[in-house]
């Protein structure tokens, strides 16, 4: 793939196919106090032989309006290898009385002291209901239970729910880096449909 040279003081023209965002990483260093969330309609399930139709059902049911192919790229197996190697850990969100999962966490303790949340999420009509604040205490406290952890991270981007930054910052993380991600709109390849992340418009080439 060809490089583009990024203007850091004005604008930098994209090739027609590519998307890109603005990354931020976030980080907290000690556990925070829960945020209140009383949802006993839910519970969280550690899938340790996930299936990938099954995964990838939820992963699109969540992030198809947010840009989300990470995990949609590649074989059967290589998705297996990815949510299934040593230190990686899935977990699917579930409501009584819904047959599907409703949201996604995975926690990233391949370094037991630098714990990556890298993926966190829930179905739209999860969204406004506390079940975000739910399952983010859910992830606090499996992370920070663990004495080795002296942090954990997360990022998020343009292309996410609006209100993701505003949502992981009162959680407890705080903002230490921004990046460009520059890649191939993974609508044109087929790989998401073309009424994906309608806030971000597809550009074709003539």
């Known amino acids: 793939m060809s490089s583009i040279s990024v203007d850091l003081a004005g604008y930098t023209d994209l090739p027609p196919g590519k998307v890109a965002t603005i990354v931020t ?3 907290m260093r000690a556990q925070p106090m829960p945020r209140r969330a009383e949802r006993p309609d839910l519970s969280l399930q550690r899938i340790e032989a ?11 049911g969540i992030g198809d309006e947010w840009l989300w192919f990470g995990r949609l790229t590649g ?7 990815q949510i299934t190697r040593p230190g990686h850990e899935v977990y699917f969100c579930r409501r009584k009385g819904a047959a599907e999962p409703v949201g996604l966490l995975e926690l990233d303790f391949s370094d037991p002291r630098d714990v990556e949340l890298a993926y966190f999420g829930l179905v739209p009509q999860e969204i406004g209901n506390g079940a975000g604040r739910w ?16 942090r954990l991270f997360v990022h998020t981007c343009t292309a996410d729910s609006p209100q993701a930054l505003g949502f992981y910052r009162d959680s407890g993380f705080a903002p230490y880096k921004r990046a460009i991600e520059i890649s ?6 087929g790989v998401l449909p073309m009424s994906a992340a309608r806030h971000v418009p ?5």
């Open 75 to 81: 074989s059967d197996d290589d998705l297996l290898a």
């Open 25 to 27: 990483y976030l980080e």
């Open 184 to 189: 191939d709109d993974p609508r044109l390849s």
């Open 50 to 60: 996930p299936d990938p139709g099954d995964y990838r059902a939820l992963f699109r």
């Open 135 to 150: 399952l983010m205490n859910q992830a606090l406290s499996k992370v920070w239970s663990r004495p080795a952890t002296a």
């Open 202 to 206: 597809v550009i074709e080439g003539e």
